[in-house]
């Protein structure tokens, strides 16, 4: 019985673990390595195992650097059940199918250049949408809280993590003959007290927690004075007279900001708005969203009894033409606007930049984190110009960064999830970067947990761990 680190262990993209149990192999996500050296040769270089003799996967979340893998899994050979929430399976649909048009489309972009330059050799996509489409066919759903033998000698119970909908904590026992082992991956760790979501659940005692640590190191902004601030920028801006883009990621964010908008409707002077959701992506995980509403929190649950449609927010627009989406650029002023992608390196949303960054009278807000070398990042970081298809643009408008609305919990929020377990079980932290995990693994280790930081190819055997 043991588990290998292999993915996210070191690094914040790229989740996956293999667990070999009774002779089988089950994986603990399959994600895809985002940003960083070299992330596409990465990506398509071989497992170091047999995808074919993968005998199942257990998935934690949609997210692409969970899940992003799951088609060159299925290419490569592997037939075993994926395990996930049903509403993780609703909203990977969406996020593989998004990620297959991307690779189609680098693909091409890349063999058109090696045509020009006389290079004669032809790139694949990374993955099809056809490996998408047909590894969703593997897909089998379990709901929070039943047990469930996945394979013989393992029983997966799915806890929620309240991190996005559908997002699971993985708790497993493990049976190798005589021996026993509960081991408990913790998948992405969402904010206690967050939107829509319910609070990270914990549950009964563990041999061995695999925890994520991305923000391991530090702690977010208050909530209650980030909606504060958000608050005051809206009605700011309607004296100025100008247009609010907000970028956001389709999943979860978005949803996030429709529900917020609409909670603080009044407070915020909103009726003269309209508001704009202009991402095919984030409608879509919005249905998958307002479809699985006995997931949400108790205050969500009373929102959506109390209104016919979702969010009850009456002066939403949902864009899904092209067509709907550039008659926004027509509108001077009185449009908010929420469109992806949420670090503007491409889609709708710079479209919106190009038309309104130059404009003083308008406000841009952030929401989420802006990686290095992003749009995004540049229009932060001040920058009196950036450049947009190619063109520059003066950075007039006003930008706004709003620190507290992750979909991570912060170190705290870490230490409460792992101390609601009975036990203090020893803890690997994966997922993190290093200083990150260094942070959380010295708060762990002050409060007497036994904690160590994962890295690629260190394997445990689970009978001598515990
Ligand atoms: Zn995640």
């Known amino acids: 019985m043991q588990l290998e680190f292999y993915g996210g262990a070191g690094e914040v993209t790229g989740s996956c673990h293999i667990l070999t149990v009774g002779g089988r192999r089950l994986l603990l996500d399959c994600g895809m390595i985002q940003g960083g050296a070299a992330p596409h040769e990465r990506n398509r270089a071989p497992f170091p195992f047999d995808a074919a003799g993968v005998d199942a996967v257990i998935l934690s979340h949609a997210h692409i650097d969970h899940s992003g893998r799951l088609p060159l899994l299925r290419n490569r050979g592997f037939r075993g059940p994926v395990y996930a929430n049903p509403a993780c399976r609703d909203l990977v649909r969406i996020l593989l199918a998004d990620g297959a048009n991307m690779a189609e489309r680098d693909a091409e972009r890349e063999n058109r250049r090696r045509q020009k330059a006389g290079d004669p050799r032809r ?20 709901r929070y809280g039943h047990p469930l033998e996945v394979l013989p000698g393992v029983e997966l119970t799915f806890r929620d993590a309240g991190h996005i909908l559908g997002s699971t904590s993985v708790w497993l026992t493990l049976r190798e003959g005589e ?117 949400f929190d108790e205050e969500a649950q009373e929102w959506h009894t109390r209104s016919l449609s979702l969010p009850p927010l009456p002066n939403l627009q949902l864009c899904r033409t092209a067509d709907e989406s550039m008659a926004i650029n027509r509108i001077s002023h009185g449009a908010i606007v929420i469109a992806g992608s949420g670090m503007c390196t491409g889609g709708r949303i710079v479209h919106h930049l190009k038309h309104n960054l130059a404009r003083p009278e308008c406000d841009v807000v952030f929401t989420g984190f802006q990686a290095q070398g992003t749009l995004g990042r540049a229009i932060v970081e001040g920058r009196d110009y950036v450049r947009i298809h190619g063109s520059p643009v003066k950075v007039a408008a006003r930008v706004h960064t709003l620190g507290g ?24 932290l994966v997922h993190g970067e290093a200083s990150a995990a260094e942070g959380l693994r010295d708060a762990l280790r002050a409060r007497g947990v036994g904690a160590e930081i994962a890295a690629p190819g260190i394997t445990l055997d689970l009978g001598a761990a515990a």
């Open 179 to 295: 021996l026993e082992r509960r081991v408990v991956f913790s998948g992405d760790i969402g904010q206690y007290d967050s939107p829509i979501l319910r609070d990270p659940e914990a549950g009964p005692g563990a041999d061995l927690v695999l925890l994520e640590s991305t923000y391991g190191g530090r702690l977010h902004r208050d909530r209650a004075a980030t909606l504060e601030e958000f608050g005051r920028i809206l009605r700011d801006a309607r004296r100025d007279g100008g247009n609010v883009l907000i970028p956001a990621f389709a999943v979860g964010r978005s949803q996030e900001m429709l529900y917020e908008l609409a909670k603080h409707f009044d407070a915020w002077e909103l009726g003269d708005w309209r508001v704009f959701l202009d991402s095919p992506m984030a409608i879509q995980a919005s249905e998958v969203y307002w479809k699985h509403s006995d997931l």
């Open 405 to 428: 609305f992750s979909a991570h919990g912060d170190q705290q929020d870490l230490l409460r999830w792992h101390a609601a377990i009975p036990g203090r079980p020893p803890v690997w």
């Open 123 to 142: 790139v694949e996509p990374l993955y099809t949408l056809k490996d998408a489409l047909d590894v969703l066919q593997q897909f089998r759903t379990v």
